[in-house]
C-alpha cells in the first residue's frame, strides 16, 4: 500500500516537470531517462546476477536503428512492409529482431566464465558498432534521418516535453515490473546466480536458463531505450552506440547501485549531469577541447568500486534510514500439493560399486549401499573418509568415475542435479550455501521453486500472485516447523552458524522430498537445539521421508538412525544396526583409534 502511495507522489511529481522546468532540463530528463532504461537492465544483468556487460549501446543501437529502417524506408520487402507502417510496430519488430540476437549471443557468451565474459561483451559490442558504421542500407558513417514522431492516435509525441512522458512511461513501467520480477520465483533464481549456483541447481533452478533470461531482459531495455531514442532525435548515425557509451551504462548501474533498480535511475541522472558538466568545464580549465571526461569517469569508477562497491542508493536508504518492508505471508493461502511417497519399506536409493578418483586419490572406492523409504542411515567415518564426495554424488553435484546410483527407480548416475532434485532429492550443504543478504523466507522460498511455475512475464506484471502466495505460506510453515520463525524476515547471513545450518533444513523441506540428504546437520547446534533436530527426522520418518546422513555426533546418531554405514579411506568397513556398530572392532578401531 505504501509503495503504491509512494509510486502516486512520483509519477505527480514526473508529470509536473515539464510544466515547471525550461525545455533545457527536460531535454536532460529525456536523456537520463532513456539512459536509465538500459541501466535498470543492466542491474539485472550486472547488479543482481553477477554477469558484466560492456556490449548494451550495441542492442540500443539495434532497436534505433530497426525502427530507423523500418519507419523511413520507402522499399520494404513484402514481408516485413507491415512493420513500417507505424513506430510501434517498428518497435515490436525490434523487440523481436533484438530477442533473437540476444539468445544467439547469450548462448555463445554466456557460458565463458570470468573475464571472458565481459570481453566477449565488449567484442559483439565493437563487432556491432562497426556495422552500423558499415552497412550501406543503414546509411553508413551518415546514418538515417527523417524519422517520423511516435503517435498515439491522433497525438503525436514530437516535442520534447510531450515524448518526455512516453520516455518516463517506459522508465516507470521498467523499474516496476524488474521490481516485481526479482521479488518473485524467477527473481529468487535470478538473485541464486552470483554466488548460489550450485544450490540453486540442486534445488532444481535451470541456472543456465535464468542467465539467458536476463540478457535478454536487458537486451529488450536497451532496444526500447534506442527506438525512444531515435524518434526523439528524429535521426539516428552510429556514433552514440560505441563502446564507450556501453562502458557510460554500465558506469550508471554501479554509480547508482548495480544491485537495486532505482540505482538504475540515480546513476542515469548523476552520470548524465556530471558528464553535461565535465563536458562544459574541463575544456575551460584545460584551455582546449578533447574529451576529457572519459578520463574522470574512469578515475571516478575506480573511486567507488573502492569506496562505495553498493553504489549510492543503498547510501540513500541508509541516510534516510528507509528499511525493506518484510514479506506479507499469506496465512489462509491453499497448501501445496504434496509428492505421493513410496511405499514405506521400499528401496528409494541403491549406490551400486561406486568409485570417485580425484586424479591419483580414491575419494570412494567400490561403495555399496541402499535405502528404503522411512529410513533413516547414518554415513560416518573419520574426516577425510569419502562421506562428502558420496553425498555430492548422490544428489548430482558431481559424478562417479565408475558405478552407478540409482534414486526413485530411475539411474541418475551423471544427470544434473536439478533433475534429481525434481525426482525427490533435496539437500542441504556441510558448508551452508545461503544468500546472506536475503531473508531467511526468500531463502527457504528457494527450496520451492520446482513446486512453482510462475514464470517472467507473469512475475513482472504479478500475475502469479496467488501461486507466490502459496509457495511463501509453504516456505514459512517449513521455517515454523523447524522453529525458526522469530527469524523469518532476518537476514540468512545474520544468524549463528547453527541456526544456518536449520535453514538449510527447511530450505530442503520447502521441496517435499522423499529421500532427504543432510550433511552434518547438528554440528554447531546446541543441545536442545540437536533434540528438537532429533524429533523433526523422526516426525518426517514417520511420515514416510528417507533420510541419509552424515554426523560426528555419534550421540545424536545412535539414538536416532535405523542403520549406520561406516567408512574408512574411502572404503565401506561396516553396515548394521547401531548397537551392532558400536560393537565392531574394525570400526573401533578405526573411528576411536585417534581416541584412545
Ligand atoms: P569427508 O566428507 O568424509 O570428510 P570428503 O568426501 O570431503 O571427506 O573427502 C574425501 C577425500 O577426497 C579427501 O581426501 C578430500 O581431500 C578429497 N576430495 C574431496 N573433494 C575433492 C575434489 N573436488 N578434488 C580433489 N580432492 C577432493
Ligand atoms: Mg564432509
Avoid at 536476463?214 to 563502446?243: D, E, K, T
Avoid at 567400490?366 to 535405502?371: A, E
Wanted: charged share 15%.
Amino acid at each position: 500500500m505504501k509503495r503504491i502511495v509512494q509510486l502516486f507522489v512520483l509519477v505527480l511529481v514526473l508529470a509536473a516537470v515539464p510544466a515547471l522546468l525550461p525545455p533545457y532540463y527536460v531535454t536532460l530528463l529525456n536523456y537520463i531517462g532513456i539512459s536509465a532504461l538500459v541501466a535498470v537492465g543492466l542491474v539485472l544483468l550486472t547488479g543482481v546476477g553477477g554477469l558484466t556487460s560492456f556490449g548494451q549501446a550495441a542492442f540500443v543501437g539495434v532497436g534505433a536503428y530497426t525502427t530507423a529502417v523500418l519507419t523511413t524506408s520507402t522499399s520494404l520487402p513484402g514481408w516485413i512492409a507491415w512493420a513500417g507502417a507505424s513506430p510501434w510496430l517498428a518497435l515490436v519488430a525490434g523487440l523481436v529482431i533484438t530477442g533473437l540476437i540476444a539468445l544467439l549471443l547469450g548462448s555463445l557468451t554466456l557460458k565463458l566464465s570470468g573475464h571472458y565474459l565481459p570481453l566477449g561483451t565488449i567484442a559483439w559490442g565493437i563487432s556491432l558498432y562497426f556495422l552500423f558504421g558499415t552497412l550501406d542500407f543503414l546509411g553508413a558513417q551518415s546514418g538515417i534521418s527523417g524519422l517520423p514522431p511516435i503517435t498515439i492516435g491522433s497525438f503525436s509525441f514530437d516535442e520534447g516535453g510531450e515524448i518526455y512522458y512516453l520516455i518516463w512511461a517506459f522508465v516507470l513501467a521498467a523499474v516496476v515490473t524488474t521490481h516485481n520480477l526479482l521479488d518473485s520465483r524467477e527473481g529468487r533464481a535470478i538473485r541464486a546466480l552470483k554466488g548460489g549456483v550450485v544450490m540453486a541447481e540442486a534445488m532444481g533452478v535451470d541456472t543456465s536458463r535464468s542467465r539467458i533470461v536476463i540478457f535478454v531482459i536487458a537486451a529488450l531495455h536497451a532496444c526500447a531505450a534506442g527506438w525512444l531514442y531515435a524518434h526523439m532525435q528524429r535521426l539516428v548515425n552510429p556514433s552514440p552506440f560505441g563502446l564507450h557509451h556501453g562502458i557510460e551504462y554500465l558506469f550508471m548501474a554501479v554509480v547508482g547501485g548495480a544491485g537495486y533498480v532505482w540505482g538504475a535511475v540515480i546513476g542515469a541522472g548523476l552520470v548524465t549531469l556530471l558528464n553535461q558538466w565535465l563536458q562544459d568545464w574541463l575544456p575551460r580549465l584545460f584551455g582546449h577541447a578533447g574529451n576529457f571526461e572519459i578520463i574522470v569517469f574512469g578515475l571516478l569508477l575506480l573511486l567507488i568500486l573502492h569506496r562505495a562497491r553498493e553504489g549510492m542508493w543503498p547510501a540513500l536508504l541508509r541516510l534516510f534510514r528507509v528499511k525493506a518492508e518484510p514479506k506479507v505471508v499469506v496465512e489462509g493461502a491453499a497448501a501445496l500439493p504434496r509428492r505421493t511417497l513410496p511405499a514405506r519399506g521400499e528401496v528409494i536409493l541403491e549406490v551400486k560399486d561406486v568409485t570417485r578418483r580425484f586424479g591419483g586419490l580414491v575419494a570412494n572406492k567400490d561403495m555399496n549401499f541402499s535405502m528404503k523409504a522411512g529410513e533413516i542411515l547414518a554415513l560416518i567415518g573419520p574426516n577425510g573418509a569419502g562421506k562428502s564426495t558420496m553425498f555430492n554424488q548422490i544428489s548430482g553435484v558431481d559424478t562417479p568415475t565408475s558405478g552407478e546410483i540409482v534414486f526413485a527407480g530411475q539411474v541418475v548416475t551423471g544427470r544434473d542435479s536439478r533433475e534429481i532434485a525434481r525426482l525427490g532429492m533435496s539437500r542441504s550443504f556441510q558448508h551452508v550455501r545461503l544468500l546472506p543478504k536475503m531473508s531467511v523466507l526468500e531463502n527457504v522460498a528457494i527450496g520451492t521453486h520446482l513446486r512453482g511455475s510462475g514464470g517472467v512475464f507473469p512475475s513482472a506484471w504479478r500475475m502469479e500472485r496467488p501461486e507466490e502466495e502459496r509457495l511463501l505460506a509453504e516456505a514459512a510453515r517449513q521455517i515454523r516447523r523447524v522453529g525458526l520463525e522469530a527469524h523469518m524476515h532476518d537476514e540468512a547471513g545474520s544468524l549463528a552458524l547453527g541456526q544456518q545450518r536449520i535453514i538449510e533444513i527447511a530450505r530442503a523441506l520447502a521441496a517435499d522430498p522423499s529421500l532427504l540428504l543432510l550433511d552434518e546437520p547438528a554440528a554447531g547446534l546446541r543441545f536442545k537445539e540437536k533434540e528438537a533436530l532429533a524429533e523433526l527426522l523422526k516426525k518426517l520418518k514417520a511420515e514416510g521421508v528417507a533420510i541419509l546422513l552424515v554426523e560426528h555426533d555419534m550421540d545424536f546418531v545412535m539414538g536416532l538412525v535405523d542403520r549406520i554405514v561406516v567408512m574408512e579411506f574411502g572404503q565401506k568397513i561396516a553396515e548394521g544396526l547401531p548397537e551392532e556398530i558400536q560393537q565392531d572392532e574394525r570400526v573401533l578401531a578405526a573411528y576411536l583409534g585417534g581416541v584412545e
